[in-house]
């Protein structure tokens, strides 16, 4: 108990610091939320393994660790390296935070259509703290999520993505968060608010990225409005340093008829945990949510999904890959929530998991909750090895064992990178596995 | 080329084949034939060099070289291939992808440049007329959702793209109506020559009528029971394979 104490405390002081700001961003508004936020998290506590939710997830050590929070500047940013993760080809519009903060000088955004906002959250909040009370934590709840307690109270910034009625914004935006570790463990809290109206259309790439080695902890919430009819299309890539913990839910709100989709790719990072929720509160929605996780070494990849339909005529389909090597350990958890009047909902869940090594392991489960009669609803879930007889098959036509092995390998995550729109996206998520691959140069051209 | 002496081969505890002893000479073709679980496929897979075989006793020399001591890949790459009885369907890895792979697998063992996807493609599309495959059907991923004809024909088409030493057909007749039958049976003959040998199992003459094989074993039990030219095949048509075996051991018993 006295440990629980003083892990919370830790944040307490936190909060103190941004409370005491002279001038606090958002307004009283967000004052209160972050208020409200901080005394829900102290009531909660950081989860432990007895929780329902975290069965499978050991947050001890994050709870343990002294983070502190980081601060603007005093780093020594290394601009160069950033830029290769800017996709340089690409026209991305894009918002790069460094430690958290916004780095205005390697942020850019070009041609945006009339109306589109793409900004510091920190920004919008100054200048119009309204945003608070119309979307902040309307649609990502702090009540029964520690972490998202946490994000609410302590949030500094994070991008702002607003896209009126009817807009069309062609190129992706690419929201860049780079952290670099010093020498004490630092947390960061980015938040992200992304509105897309009625029938517009947008992109979101979020990209996390650890520049060298060093504990630090990402704790990241996306709240995504998807208005009546509109079409948003949602990655992230996180690529978090090998050391680091990565908590991030992300939160889809889906009106009627629109279309949303998320793929979480999780490459990096110690402790990993992402919550992708969404809402299909409209009739007619459709909701896509995707992963990939590549867990290697000690990595433990934790995905949970909450899926809720509570109108007629939903679709949603899931589908998470997991290829586990050394001693990893994924977690998949698929809760889907029909509520009695989501008639004719059709839900599809598939969980499948490729073992590369004998000490790596995955727990997988659905969660359905079906409260409405006629609906559709399916789930599945494999665990298993490298196929022995495509492994004979392809020796058998001269292809060396860590060839096959690697083309096998790829050729299980090439499903799921192939979902991924964006070339640019797709590309570097290709290029990534292939290097982690055996032999993966030679299997350039693959598909 | 190639001999077998005196192979013995367990799996999973049974013993399988009983002391097989065979020579296939370059230029030669041999066919092997059987009634079901006599052996044949074990056979072919021991000498492709699957593991879930155990070989207890014996010996296999392919061009003077110890083959039960490669892996699979170095016997592919030193000349034999296998036409699965089953080819494996794999998801995901394109057809062109996996024989380009293969074929360049082929070509570094031998020292020679290796072929980019262009070069390869005109390469393979003369092969694909040899058998007549759809050129689609190298868009598409290994084997997957291919016809029983299509996978089987596919195995010609990988054989006449790898140009082995020494090529084992198992049961590539089986399921194939006739003119695909002739399809396969041409690819074949189409690839006789003097430095290369074949070994044909099958367990229906009717193939034999369109490759005709230079030599006939009958395999019964994991044992070879009776050898002979062309016309055996024939006979064990006519007669069936008890005939052929219960010859055999009257000719022990009498001797
Ligand atoms: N993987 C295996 N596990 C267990 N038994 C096997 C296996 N493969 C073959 N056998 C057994 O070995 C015997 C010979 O099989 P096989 O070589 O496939 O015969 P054929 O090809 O002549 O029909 C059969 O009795 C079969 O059941
Ligand atoms: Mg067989």
Not at chain 2, 107 to 113: D, F
């Amino acid at each position: 108990m006295v440990e629980l104490v003083q892990e919370k405390d830790i944040y307490r002081s936190a909060f103190a610091r941004l409370e005491a700001e002279s001038n606090p961003v958002g307004g009283s508004a967000l004052i209160t939320l972050r208020t409200q936020a901080m005394a829900r998290f102290a009531e909660l506590g950081f989860p432990t393994l007895r929780h329902e939710d975290w069965r499978y997830t050991n947050v001890a050590r994050i709870a343990k660790t002294e983070f502190r929070s980081a601060v603007d500047c005093g780093v020594d940013l290394d601009e160069r390296a950033i830029v290769a993760e800017t996709f340089p080809e690409a026209q991305f519009h894009r918002l790069v935070f460094v430690n958290g903060f916004f780095a205005r000088d390697l942020s850019s955004q070009h041609g945006l259509p009339k109306g589109v906002q793409v900004a510091s959250l920190a920004e919008t909040l100054d200048d119009d703290p309204s945003w608070v009370e119309r979307h902040l934590a309307r649609y990502a709840s702090y009540q029964d999520h520690a972490f998202t307690a946490l994000n609410t109270a302590l949030m500094e910034d994070g991008a702002f993505v607003y896209v009126p009625k009817g807009v069309i914004v062609e190129q992706p935006i690419h929201l860049l968060y780079v952290t670099m570790p010093g020498v004490e463990p630092i947390v960061v809290h980015p938040r992200n608010l992304i509105i897309a109206d009625e029938a517009s259309q947008l992109t979101i790439i979020e990209s996390y990225v650890g520049l060298g080695e060093g504990v630090y902890f990402t704790n990241a919430v996306t709240e995504i409005s998807v208005g009546e009819g509109a079409v948003v299309d949602h990655y992230k890539v996180q690529r978090e340093s090998t050391q680091a913990y990565h908590v991030g839910t992300t939160q889809l709100y889906q009106r009627r008829s629109s279309t949303a989709s998320s793929h979480i790719i999780s490459i990096g990072g110690d402790i990993v945990r992402n919550d992708i929720n969404a809402v299909l509160d409209g009739e007619g929605c459709d909701c896509t949510l995707n992963g990939l996780y590549v867990p290697a070494g000690k990595q433990h990849v934790d995905n949970h999904l909450r899926v809720e339909h509570r109108k007629p005529h939903g679709n949603s389909r899931e589908h998470f890959k997991g290829i586990l090597d050394d001693n990893a350990r994924g977690v998949f958890t698929g809760r889907i929530i029909v509520h009695k009047d989501a008639q004719k909902t059709d839900a599809k869940q598939t969980n499948r998991n490729l073992l590369l090594s004998d000490s790596a392991s995955v727990d997988t489960k659905p969660q359905l909750e079906i409260l409405a009669d006629d609906v559709k609803c399916t789930h599945g879930a494999t665990i298993g090895q490298l196929d022995k007889d495509a492994m004979f098959y392809l020796r058998a036509r001269g292809i060396s064992a860590d060839a096959a092995r690697s083309l096998l390998v790829f050729a299980f995550a090439s499903e799921s990178i192939a979902k991924i729109k964006p070339q640019p996206v797709r590309s570097q998520v290709q290029q990534i596995l292939l290097e982690r691959l055996p032999q993966g140069d030679q299997l350039q051209g693959l598909s | 080329m190639l001999q077998i002496r005196n192979l013995h081969v367990n799996v999973q505890g049974h013993k399988i084949l009983k002391g097989l002893t065979l020579t296939i000479n370059a230029g030669e073709v041999h066919s092997m034939m059987g009634p079901n679980g006599s052996g044949k496929s074990t056979l072919a897979q021991v000498l492709a060099g699957r593991d879930t075989y155990e070989v207890t006793e014996g010996e296999v020399f392919f061009e003077g070289r110890n083959l039960l001591e490669l892996e699979p890949d170095e016997r592919a790459r030193a000349g034999v291939f296998l036409a699965f009885q089953y080819p494996v369907e794999i998801p995901g890895v394109g057809t062109a992808y996996f024989l380009r792979a293969a074929v360049n697998a082929l070509r570094k063992h031998r020292g020679e440049e290796e072929l980019d996807a262009v070069d390869f493609l005109e390469f393979v599309k003369e092969k694909m007329r040899l058998v007549d495959m759809d050129e689609q059907l190298l868009k598409r991923s290994v084997n997957e959702g291919f016809s029983g004809g299509e996978k089987k024909r596919g195995e010609i088409f990988q054989m006449a793209v790898l140009e082995p030493k020494f090529a084992i057909l198992d049961e590539t007749d089986s399921g194939l109506d006739i003119d695909a039958l002739k399809i396969v049976a041409d690819g074949v003959n189409s690839m006789r020559r003097t430095d290369r040998a074949f070994l044909v199992i099958t367990h229906y003459q009717r193939l034999l009528n369109y490759i005709v094989p230079d030599f006939v074993h009958v395999l019964v039990d994991g044992r070879i029971v009776k050898s002979g030219g062309k016309e055996l095949a024939m006979e064990l048509e006519e007669r069936g394979y008890a005939w052929a075996d219960q010859s055999i051991r009257h000719a022990a018993a009498a001797s």
